[in-house]
């Protein structure tokens, strides 16, 4: 069990409801745990929600690096359930294992440097600096890299805050447990 346990599904009011199950029928959702969790906070899961749906589909870079981004999120924050769903149909088992070094596989420049991206705002953000930006602007236009640093801060956050909720756990709730 999470440390805040979950709302369940029964409890939850219509909006909630309809905003997971949308994002489960569309394949943005692999289950809806996290976000029972995240439906303590209307504005929290409403928020999240919408953050998500902004790029899933739509993003001007394409659907393949969004879920590359994530994937790498999910490597990065140690999500083995994000890390094994796909998004996008052209991802393989290669393509996920080889983001720990994406100059070293078949991924395009684009690609590697939205994986180095997300890795840079997980782990040194000051290192995305002019340089870096620029890097990025002979490859992405302006619009592709407020976008994708956009998202990374997103990732990263949000995998980090699914972690500390260790949303997927087996333990014990901490906090939010109907007593029995």
Request: some cysteine; overall charge negative.
């Amino acid at each position: 069990m999470p440390r805040i346990a979950p709302i369940a599904w029964e409890d939850l009011d219509e909006a909630a409801r309809r905003r997971m199950a949308e994002g489960m029928a569309t394949g943005m959702y692999t289950t809806s745990l996290p976000l029972q969790i995240v439906a303590h906070s209307p504005v929290a899961l409403q928020g999240m929600d919408e953050a998500y749906k902004a790029v899933f589909g739509r993003a001007a870079v394409g659907s393949r690096i969004i879920e590359l981004m994530r994937l790498r999120s999910a490597q990065l924050g140690e999500c083995a359930p994000c890390s094994a769903s796909r998004k996008d149909g052209s991802i393989t088992d290669d393509d996920v294992a080889c983001l720990v070094d994406p100059e070293r596989t078949g991924a395009d420049r684009r690609e590697q440097m939205a994986v180095r991206l997300v890795d840079l705002m997980a782990t040194d953000h000051h290192a995305v600096d002019a340089e870096f930006l620029r890097r990025l602007a002979e490859i992405f236009t302006v619009e592709e890299i407020v976008e994708i640093t956009w998202y990374a801060g997103n990732l990263v956050g949000g995998h980090r805050f699914l972690h500390v909720l260790d949303a997927l756990g087996t333990g014990a709730p901490v906090v939010g447990a109907v007593p029995a």
